[in-house]
C-alpha cells in the first residue's frame, strides 16, 4: 500500500487519505481524493494545484504497476489451472516426496524436543535444603554428575566382585551411567572421545554376558550323571567353565573285562570314570580300583603340569570284571584329547584352577581307597603290591620326565610344578636320578637345562614289561 497525506484547506487539516494501490488510477481518474471517511472534490481541495504534478506521477506510476499486477495474477492463475487439470497420477508423484520430507521433518522434530527436555530435565540445578544455622552457603547439583558418581560409584564394586556374571553386569550398568554423563555434560558440550569407549565397553561385555548365560542355558540342559558330577566333584567350578570342559569330551562304555589302556603304551588321552568301576594293573598286580570321579592318566595336572601329546602309561586300566552272582555293569568314562585339553586350560586361567582343585580332591580320594584296600584285606601279598606300586609311581614320573624333556624350552618354564610333583609323591633325588637316566638324560643336564649328547640307548629298561610295543627313542 502506498499512502498519500492530503491537507485539507479549512477544517480538514490534519485529516489523511489512504488511496490504494489497487484502485489508485480509478480515483485519480474520477478527480477525487478518498480519506477513510469522505470523498472530497476537487473544488474543495485549495493545495490540489500543488498537488496534481505529483498525483499525475503516481498515476502513471501505479498504472503500470497495476497492470504488472494483473499479468502476474493472469499467469499464475493459468499455471494453478494447469496444475488442477493434470492427471492424478503427477499428482501423486509430485506429493509423496513432500509427504516424506514433511514427515521426516517431524520425526526429527520430536526427537529434538525429547532431547532438550531431557537436557532441561538432567541439566537443571536443584539446590540441597541445609538449614541456615548449619550453613549459609547453598549447594547445588543437577542429575548428569549424579550420574557421574553413580558410574565411578559402581566401577569401585565391581573391584570387590568375585562372581565372573555380576563383575561384568556390573560393568555395563557403569558405563551406561557414563555415557548419559558424557552425552548430557553439566560444560554444555557431549564429550565423544570417553561416550565412544564406553560404548565400546558395553558391546564387549555384553557379548561376554550373553556367552555365559548361552553356556549356561546348555549346563541346565545336561544329563542327570553330569549334573550329579558337577555337584559332588567339581562343585567350586563355575557352570559355563564345566560346560566348556563338557564339550570337549567324548563319552566311552566299556563292558566288564575290556581294555582301556595298556601298560607301556603311548597314550594321548585323560579319562574320568562317571559310572561303574575300573581296576588298574601294575604288571598283572591290582594297585588300587578307580569309581565314580576319579580320573586316569592326568599326569601330573593336579600339580600343574600341563603336559600336551602322548605319555607313556605306567599301569594297565581295564572295566572291572563282573562278580559271581551279581549283575554286571557296564563302565561309563569322559574321554579328552590332552592335547586340545591343555589349549583350553591354556585360554581359560579359572576353569584350569578348577580343574587342578578337582584333580588334588582325586588324588586324596585315590590315597583313601588304597588305605582303605588295604585295610580290608584284599591285598594277597601286601610285600609285592608295595614294591609294584613303587614302580608304578616310578614309571609314571619317568613318563612325565620324558614328555617335558622333549621341549627343553617348556621344560625350563615347568620345572618348579616339577619339583612340586616330585614332593607330593615323595620322588627323592635318588629315583629322580634313575628316572632321567631312563630318558637319557643326566643329572648336570637336567640342572643346565639341555642335553649336551644324543642318546642312542633311549628306552632301555622304560617300559620293559610291555610285549606289545616298542619304545622309539626320541633324542638321537
Known amino acids: 500500500m502506498i499512502r498519500t497525506s492530503c491537507i485539507h484547506a479549512t ?39 500543488k498537488l496534481s504534478p505529483m498525483l499525475t506521477g503516481l498515476n502513471r506510476l501505479s498504472a503500470g504497476k497495476v497492470g504488472q499486477f494483473f499479468k502476474y495474477r493472469s499467469t499464475r492463475s493459468k499455471s494453478i489451472h494447469k496444475t488442477s487439470s493434470s492427471p ?61 558418581h553413580i558410574s565411578f560409584v ?14 561384568r553386569a556390573i560393568a555395563v550398568a557403569g558405563s551406561s551411567f557414563m555415557m548419559v554423563f558424557a552425552y548430557f555434560h553439566p560444560h554444555g558440550r557431549v564429550l565423544w572421545l570417553p561416550f565412544q569407549w564406553n560404548a565400546l565397553f558395553i558391546l564387549i561385555n555384553s557379548y ?32 559355563s567353565d564345566y560346560v566348556k ?48 570321579g576319579n580320573f586316569a592318566s592326568e599326569a601330573g595336572l593336579h600339580a600343574g603340569l600341563l603336559l600336551s601329546g602322548d605319555v607313556e602309561s605306567s599301569c594297565t586300566v581295564i572295566a572291572k ?52 584296600y588295604i585295610s580290608d584285606q584284599r591285598v594277597d ?16 614320573y619317568a613318563a612325565i620326565l620324558q614328555n617335558v624333556l622333549q621341549c627343553p624350552d617348556y621344560f625350563l618354564k615347568r620345572r618348579d610344578e616339577l619339583n612340586k610333583y616330585r614332593i607330593i609323591h615323595h620322588i627323592d633325588d635318588e629315583h629322580h636320578k634313575l628316572a632321567l ?17 644324543h642318546s642312542t640307548n633311549y628306552g632301555e629298561g622304560f617300559g620293559q614289561a610291555n610285549k606289545f610295543t616298542e619304545l622309539p627313542g626320541i633324542f638321537g
Not at 120 to 138: E, G, H
Request: hydrophobic share 35%.
Open 437 to 453: 637316566e631312563k630318558c637319557g638324560w643326566t643329572l648336570e643336564e637336567y640342572e643346565a637345562g639341555e642335553q649336551r649328547h
Open 88 to 148: 492424478a497420477t503427477r499428482f501423486k508423484a509430485s506429493a509423496v516426496p513432500t509427504m516424506r520430507n514433511s514427515s521426516v521433518a517431524a520425526q526429527e522434530n520430536q526427537s529434538s524436543n525429547i532431547l532438550e527436555r531431557i537436557n532441561v530435565v538432567l541439566l537443571t540445578p536443584r539446590y540441597i535444603p541445609i538449614p541456615r544455622w548449619i550453613t549459609p552457603r547453598r549447594y547445588s547439583f543437577n542429575i548428569s554428575e549424579c550420574f557421574g
Open 381 to 396: 601279598d601286601p610285600e609285592l603290591w608295595t614294591r609294584k606300586r613303587s614302580e608304578q609311581t616310578e614309571d609314571r
Open 321 to 372: 570284571r563282573m562278580e559271581p552272582g551279581k549283575h554286571m555293569k557296564r563302565a561309563r568314562v569322559l574321554r579328552w584329547d590332552r592335547s586340545e585339553l591343555m589349549r583350553l586350560l591354556n585360554n581359560n586361567e579359572q576353569l584350569r584352577r578348577a580343574l587342578t582343585a578337582a584333580m588334588s580332591w582325586d588324588i586324596v580320594r585315590k590315597l583313601k581307597g588304597q588305605r582303605q
Open 11 to 49: 477544517s480538514f487539516t490534519r485529516s489523511r487519505c489512504l488511496v490504494s494501490t489497487q484502485n489508485w488510477g480509478a480515483k485519480i481518474a474520477n478527480g477525487r481524493l478518498y480519506c477513510r471517511r469522505k470523498s472530497y472534490g476537487a473544488s474543495m481541495h485549495v493545495h490540489q494545484k
Open 154 to 167: 559402581l566401577v569401585a564394586v565391581s573391584y570387590a566382585t568375585d562372581d565372573f556374571l555380576l563383575l
Open 208 to 239: 561376554r554376558i550373553g556367552s555365559i548365560m548361552y553356556l549356561q542355558s546348555v549346563g541346565s540342559r545336561l544329563s542327570e550323571d553330569l549334573k550329579r558330577i558337577k555337584h559332588d566333584h567339581f562343585d567350586a567350578m563355575e557352570l
Open 245 to 292: 570342559l563338557i564339550s570337549i569330551s567324548t563319552e566311552e562304555t566299556f563292558e566288564g573285562g575290556q581294555l582301556i589302556c595298556h601298560q607301556g603304551q603311548k597314550n594321548r588321552f585323560i579319562r574320568m570314570v562317571i559310572d561303574g568301576d575300573l581296576d588298574v594293573l601294575r604288571d598283572g598286580v591290582h594297585t588300587y580300583s578307580l569309581n565314580e
